[in-house]
């Protein structure tokens, strides 16, 4: 279900199988290994930008904005809306480097 999310495993998990939907629709499976070994390489990054407080709950609208695009036949908007969400988790991850590295001093 897209609007319910009570914990934050299930919210993981609809993020997972999202993801591991639009590589297997792309038919392409040299880019779906490509993806799933970026995917893999990033996890770390990932599990510390959703471990913001709000993050999680932003990334879950992104992705069900994303998918509303896509459904509509919408690749333009998708994309966009992709690129949006790769800057807010880009924008929460320096954040988090910035934190550390104050705290850490």
Do not use: C, W
Not at 11 to 37: C, M, P, W
Not at 60 to 85: N, P, V
Request: aromatic residues 6%.
């Amino acid at each position: 279900d897209l609007h319910s999310f009570p914990t934050r495993r299930s919210s993981d998990l609809f993020v997972s199988d999202f993801h591991a939907t639009l590589y297997q629709g792309s038919h392409n499976a040299r880019l779906k290994n490509i993806l799933e070994n970026l995917r893999d390489q990033i996890q770390r990054y990932r599990t510390t930008s959703l471990s913001f407080p709000g993050r999680m709950d932003i990334s879950l609208k992104e992705h069900r904005q994303i998918l509303q695009a896509i459904t509509k036949g919408d690749g333009a908007k998708a994309s966009l809306l992709l690129q949006e969400h790769l800057q807010n988790t880009k924008k929460t991850l320096l954040e988090f480097l910035r934190h550390e590295q104050v705290t850490s001093k």
